[in-house]
C-alpha cells in the first residue's frame, strides 16, 4: 500500500498533568503516516484523488496547539481520529513526540505511538 509520511511537524502545545506544563507549554513533535492508494492521484496528476496534506497539517496542529490535554495519548487518539475521517485513508500511524518531558535524566523524547486501520 503507498503511503504519505509526515514527518517532524513541530508544535507549541499545553499537554501535561503538571501545572507549570499548562501554563507554559513545551515543544511537541508529530511524525503521521497515512496508508491510502495513490495509483490515480499519480496517474492523474489530481488532488481531489488524495489526500490534501496542507490542509491535514491544519488541523494537526489545531488539536496540537489549541487545545488541552494531560496525556499525550489523548493528543495521539485525537489526531489518529481526524486522520481517519479523510476519506482515502485505510490506516494511520500517530507518533506524538515529548522532547522536554518532565523527567530528570538524559533523553531525546518520550513518545506514543498509535496505529490504527478503518473497520
Do not use: C
Amino acid at each position: 500500500m503507498d503511503k504519505i509520511i509526515m514527518d517532524s511537524m513541530e508544535f507549541w502545545g499545553f499537554h501535561g498533568v503538571f501545572p507549570e506544563e499548562q501554563l507554559k507549554g513545551q515543544p511537541f513533535i508529530v511524525d503521521v503516516t497515512l496508508w491510502l492508494d495513490l495509483e490515480k492521484a499519480g496517474n492523474t496528476d489530481d488532488l481531489q484523488e488524495t489526500v490534501h496534506y496542507g490542509e491535514l497539517y491544519d488541523k494537526i496542529k489545531y488539536i496540537v496547539e489549541q487545545k488541552r490535554f494531560d496525556l499525550i495519548e489523548a493528543v495521539a487518539k485525537n489526531i489518529v481520529d481526524v486522520v481517519l475521517e479523510e476519506e482515502r485513508v485505510t490506516r494511520t500511524l500517530v507518533r506524538v513526540k515529548k522532547p522536554q518531558a518532565p523527567i530528570k535524566g538524559k533523553f531525546n523524547y518520550m513518545a506514543v505511538e498509535m496505529e490504527r486501520e478503518k473497520p
